[in-house]
Structure formats: C-alpha cells, structure tokens
C-alpha cells in the first residue's frame, strides 16, 4: 500500500484541473517564499544579502545537480538563452531588495506591499502575452489592490526604507511573469529553475566580494535551508506557469499574505493588526474566487 501511494497520489493530482493544480502549486510557493523571509530576518544582521543570496544559490545548485547530470542535454541548453538569462537577472535584483527589506519589516507587511505588482504585470500580460484581461480577472485584481491598500493605509502609516525596497522589487520583477510564461512554451520548467540558478551565481558571487563576512556554520546551515527553499520554489513556480495563464498565476499570489501573517506570527511573534486581516480576507477571497471561475471555464 505505500508502495503504491506515490502513484496514486500522482494519479489523483493529474486528474486535477489545471486551474486548480496552479493554486495548490502557488499556495506551496507562498509557504516556502516566506519561510525564506523568516529565515533572512534570524541572520542578516550579522552577514550581507549578497551572501545570503550567495550561499543560497550555491547549496540550490547542489540540490538540482542530480538533474544537470541526467540530463545536461535539456537542461543546459535553454531555447531562448537570452530570455532565461533576463529572468535570473532579475530574479536577483528582486530576491537582493526582498532580503533588503527583510531587515526592516513583518514578513506580511512585506507581502502585502508586495501586491500591487499584480496590477502591472496583469497588463503587460494581456498586452504582451494577448491574454484575455477581463470579467472575473478584473474583479480579482481590483479587489486585491483593495485589500493590499487596506493593509498599507497609504498616507495613514509612515512609509520607511522598506517599503521602498519592498517596492523596488516589484519594479524589477513587472516583466518576470512574462519571462516565465514565455519560458514555459518553449522549455522544460526545470530548465528555467536550472538557469536561474547559473545566472544568480556570478551576480551574487561578484556582489559578496564587497560585503564579504565569514559566516559561522549556524549561518551556513541557515543559508543552505535557504538554497533548498528556494530551488524548490523555482521548480514549482516553473510548473505553475505552465499550467495556468500568466495572470491567473500572479493574481493567485495574493494568497501569500495569510499565509506569511501566519508564518510570522508563529516563528517571529510579528502578531499582524486588524488591517492586515481584514486586507488579507479580501485578497485570499479574490484568489479563491478566481480559481473557481477559472476551472469552470476549463469544465465549459
């Protein structure tokens, strides 16, 4: 019977719709993209993002070097090298200014702040991508910028330096969506995790000689979790994309705010206020619902 519980696990999943695999792919995103935050919260007092991002990067490269080996073939050599080159490229801005902004704010604030991306990469897909960018997609969208400004109170709550590298990530990270979608028709989603790795690693490499500490082994342990996280979250937003439209996936991001208020509050005691909860409902509402009307379009 455990022999054969993997396979009829994977049975039961293939069965799934393709919208609604996407929302279980990106739930499982937003609880390893958080941890990741909790973790960088614990040690970057004491050692540089461009380490943190250094050693993660390293240790995520040996954990998918057993893939490189089978099949260096498919996975070395992307299709579109210069696309997949870009998106690592801005991979590692977007992951320097989260970590940056890890050091200043609630690992939720940094989510909730986080969202209004979806806005501008919504657009750009419908127009780059021809991506049909109306009826409940809207609806999704508006209430989720609703909730997110809920949660920010723009005007209402002083606005530090993380915000503003919280927000220097959204503005590297517009195009990436529409890198990965595209990525997505034309190579395998390991592939694209694979090159995001090998694009980071220079980047991060010449970036560290600056700011370099050397870390304890409590810290290599904590990066290494870290690089594990992350690889993995690559992969499963690699699958993510290719299952669902480039929208539908970044809208379905919105569910990350409940699920990174809850990760802070157990791990860091960050307890969120009443506005963060009120936000978070609509958001996750949004998500919900946009998955239910995406997979009654599949069933139609």
């Known amino acids: 019977m455990i022999k054969m ?9 293939g069965q799934w719709s393709d919208a609604t695999l996407c929302g279980v792919l990106i739930f499982i995103s937003g609880v390893l993209m958080s941890t990741q935050l909790v973790i960088v919260r614990f040690i970057d007092d004491d050692i540089s993002v461009f380490q943190i991002i250094l050693f993660r990067t390293l240790f995520g490269l040996l954990a998918i070097s ?5 099949d260096a073939g498919t996975y070395l050599r992307p299709n579109r090298p210069v696309l997949a080159i870009l998106c690592g490229s801005l ?3 977007a992951s320097t200014f989260f970590y940056l902004a890890a050091k200043e704010l609630p690992v939720a604030d940094i989510t909730a702040i986080h969202f209004v991306r979806p806005v501008f990469a919504a657009l750009v897909a419908a127009v780059a991508l021809r991506e049909a960018l109306q009826g409940s997609r809207i609806l999704a969208i508006v209430a989720g910028v609703i909730g997110a400004a809920i949660i920010v109170r723009p005007g209402f709550v002083e606005v530090n330096i993380g915000v503003l590298f919280v927000l220097g990530a959204v503005a590297v990270q517009s195009w990436n969506p ?3 979608k595209l990525l997505s028709k034309s190579d395998h989603p390991d592939t694209v995790a694979i090159w995001n790795v090998l694009t980071i690693l220079p980047l991060a490499t010449i970036t560290s000689y600056f700011f ?3 870390p ?5 342990g904590w990066m290494a979790l870290i690089g594990l996280l992350e690889i993995g979250n690559q992969r499963i937003l690699g699958r993510a994309y290719a299952r669902g439209d480039a929208i539908v996936v ?50 139609k």
């Open 91 to 93: 991979a590692f801005l």
């Open 178 to 180: 529409i890198n990965r």
């Open 66 to 70: 057993g893939l490189i080996v089978r």
């Open 212 to 214: 370099w500490t050397t």
């Open 5 to 13: 519980l993997p396979e009829y696990l994977t049975a039961r999943i």
């Open 250 to 299: 970044v809208i379905l991001h919105y569910s990350r705010l409940p699920i990174a208020a809850l990760i802070g509050f157990v791990v860091l005691s960050e307890f969120p206020d009443i506005w963060v909860w009120i936000g978070g409902a609509i958001i996750a509402a949004a998500s919900i619902y946009l998955t239910v009307q995406e997979r009654n379009k599949e069933i």
């Open 216 to 220: 304890t082994w409590s810290q290599v």
